[in-house]
């Protein structure tokens, strides 16, 4: 039989039970307590590949991630030991909680009770470290500890901007850490349509380029409490219909585009707002194509049209170099919206395929690898935008069906796009999105 441990471990057997607290006393056993002090992780530990299986077999002087993502994991320990014998286990997805990993302790003694015991360890972040203490008290633990999680780099608010209604305009509407769309902020800087936005300094944003009645180079900052600053002298070849995303954890990217034809060029952007000049551009020249952030610290530019639809890939390092093109999974389009989601994966989704539009989906993983298509939800349409919000998840807006609509569609974390939310604001297409702090 086995009990779930939290901070504290329980042993039942026999009829008896063993609470162990997480300073290593024994609450009640039927005997006298015992006190146990931990002491910190040393070293001459190797750890191992992260274990997935629902059994294994534990070996002394490793450390072992458990991720019970899928399943439960029974672990065998060690059938003989010595003094001294160290092992750890850590809980690699912070899982434990619904799926516990099980001790048996093989034939020897844990924490003084006998092989008839099983123990189970069950929260999530949960570190234990295990040293073998001789034939008497056998196993004990010298860490049972929880980490905390490490709080997620993404922003907790976003921002759509400009567009157009058939007029330009730089209006902005905000968005809540709880996906909820505000009503029109009046416009600051030159209104225009076909712009970019993204992040940049960990929790401000930047829109840039877009057409105000001829191609322009301009930018927009967004302070960490998203207020839309005047514009900024324009840097780089004026252009429209690129994206943007984020990389490196604090930097920006404006990549792709139309400048009087399609162009590849690529402009970065520094962990303080600054747009640098034209980098000579990778992959194929396109426009109209999405941008969104992957792997914490990279990005990825996909889709768009070269004059021919396409479903081309290009990623981009966590020092903003751009790859060249990776072949395209999923139907292809132009005019579709990215984001990130889940803390360090990405999606894209809508656009126009060459008969319709669409509300497809492709999701990417944390290592930039574009999935097939989800089926699409909610209202299909073109020349939307796409940013995070709530740190781990993604909010699609706006753009146009047969008209401009301002509709939105929420994105869990972990990828899955909910149905049509009503619109708020100011229906209009052409329109960029980033997130902020």
Same mark, same amino acid.
């Given at each position: 039989?086995?009990?779930?441990?939290?901070?504290?471990?329980?042993?039942?057997? +026999? *009829?008896?039970?063993?609470?162990?607290?997480?300073?290593?006393?024994?609450?009640?056993? *039927?005997?006298?307590?015992?006190?146990?002090?931990?002491?910190?992780?040393?070293?001459?530990?190797?750890?191992?590949?992260?274990?997935?299986?629902?059994?294994?077999?534990?070996?002394?002087?490793?450390?072992?991630?458990?991720?019970?993502?899928?399943?439960?994991?029974?672990?065998?320990?060690?059938?003989?030991? +010595?003094?001294?014998?160290?092992?750890?286990?850590?809980?690699?997805?912070?899982?434990? /909680?619904?799926?516990?990993?099980?001790?048996?302790?093989?034939?020897?003694?844990?924490?003084?009770?006998?092989?008839?015991?099983?123990?189970?360890?069950?929260?999530?972040?949960?570190?234990?470290?295990?040293?073998?203490?001789?034939?008497?008290?056998?196993?004990?633990?010298?860490?049972?500890?929880?980490?905390?999680?490490?709080?997620?780099?993404?922003?907790?608010?976003?921002?759509?901007?400009?567009? =157009?209604?058939?007029?330009?305009?730089?209006?902005?509407?905000?968005?809540?850490?709880?996906?909820?769309?505000?009503?029109?902020?009046?416009?600051? *800087?030159?209104?225009?349509?076909?712009?970019?936005?993204?992040?940049?300094?960990?929790?401000?944003?930047?829109?840039?380029?877009?057409?105000?009645?001829?191609?322009?180079?301009?930018?927009?900052?967004?302070?960490?409490?998203?207020?839309?600053?005047?514009?900024?002298?324009?840097? *780089?070849?004026?252009?429209?219909?690129?994206?943007?995303? +984020?990389?490196?954890?604090?930097?920006?990217?404006?990549?792709?585009?139309?400048?009087?034809?399609?162009?590849?060029?690529?402009?970065?952007?520094?962990?303080?707002?600054?747009?640098?000049?034209?980098?000579?551009?990778?992959?194929?020249?396109?426009?109209?194509?999405?941008?969104?952030?992957?792997?914490?610290?990279?990005?990825?530019? /996909?889709?768009?049209?070269?004059?021919?639809?396409?479903?081309?890939?290009?990623?981009?390092?966590?020092?903003?170099?751009?790859? =060249?093109?990776? =072949?395209?999974?999923?139907?292809?389009?132009?005019?579709?919206?990215?984001?990130?989601? /889940?803390?360090?994966?990405?999606?894209?989704?809508?656009?126009?395929?060459?008969?319709?539009?669409?509300?497809?989906?492709?999701?990417?993983?944390?290592?930039?690898?574009?999935?097939?298509?989800?089926?699409?939800?909610?209202?299909?349409?073109?020349?939307?935008?796409?940013?995070?919000?709530?740190?781990?998840?993604?909010?699609?807006?706006?753009?146009?069906?047969?008209?401009?609509?301002?509709?939105?569609?929420?994105? +869990?974390?972990?990828?899955?796009?909910?149905?049509?939310?009503?619109?708020? /604001?100011?229906?209009?297409?052409?329109?960029?999105?980033?997130?902020?702090?």
């Amino acid at each position: 039989m086995s009990g779930i441990i939290g901070s504290k471990i329980n042993i039942r057997g +026999s *009829g008896r039970i063993a609470k162990l607290g997480t300073d290593g006393q024994v609450l009640t056993s *039927g005997g006298a307590g015992v006190q146990v002090n931990y002491e910190d992780v040393v070293g001459g530990i190797s750890w191992q590949a992260v274990e997935t299986g629902s059994t294994m077999t534990a070996v002394a002087g490793n450390a072992y991630p458990i991720n019970t993502t899928s399943n439960q994991c029974t672990i065998t320990l060690p059938s003989s030991a +010595s003094n001294g014998d160290e092992i750890i286990f850590a809980d690699y997805d912070r899982t434990w /909680g619904t799926n516990s990993i099980i001790l048996d302790s093989n034939g020897l003694n844990y924490q003084g009770q006998d092989d008839t015991y099983d123990v189970e360890y069950g929260t999530d972040g949960q570190n234990v470290s295990i040293v073998y203490s001789g034939a008497t008290k056998g196993w004990i633990p010298t860490l049972d500890k929880t980490v905390a999680e490490a709080p997620f780099k993404g922003n907790d608010n976003g921002i759509f901007g400009y567009g =157009t209604t058939g007029s330009v305009s730089s209006l902005t509407n905000l968005v809540s850490n709880a996906g909820v769309v505000a009503a029109d902020v009046t416009g600051v *800087g030159t209104a225009r349509y076909y712009i970019a936005a993204c992040e940049y300094g960990g929790d401000k944003g930047i829109f840039g380029y877009g057409n105000d009645g001829s191609v322009s180079s301009l930018s927009n900052l967004v302070s960490s409490s998203g207020v839309v600053a005047s514009d900024v002298t324009g840097v *780089g070849t004026a252009r429209e219909q690129l994206a943007a995303c +984020s990389y490196g954890d604090d930097k920006g990217i404006f990549g792709f585009g139309r400048a009087g034809s399609v162009v590849s060029m690529t402009n970065l952007v520094s962990n303080a707002g600054v747009v640098a000049t034209d980098v000579t551009g990778v992959g194929s020249a396109r426009r109209y194509l999405g941008a969104c952030e992957f792997g914490d610290d990279k990005g990825i530019f /996909g889709y768009g049209t070269t004059g021919s639809i396409v479903s081309l890939t290009n990623l981009v390092s966590n020092a903003g170099v751009v790859a =060249t093109d990776t =072949t395209g999974v999923g139907t292809a389009r132009n005019n579709p919206a990215a984001c990130g989601y /889940g803390g360090d994966k990405g999606i894209f989704a809508y656009g126009y395929d060459g008969g319709a539009v669409t509300a497809v989906s492709n999701l990417v993983s944390n290592s930039g690898v574009v999935a097939t298509d989800v089926t699409g939800v909610g209202t299909a349409r073109e020349l939307l935008a796409a940013c995070e919000y709530g740190r781990d998840k993604g909010i699609f807006g706006f753009g146009v069906i047969s008209s401009a609509t301002a509709v939105t569609n929420l994105v +869990s974390n972990v990828g899955v796009v909910a149905t049509d939310v009503s619109g708020v /604001g100011t229906a209009r297409y052409g329109i960029g999105a980033c997130s902020y702090n």
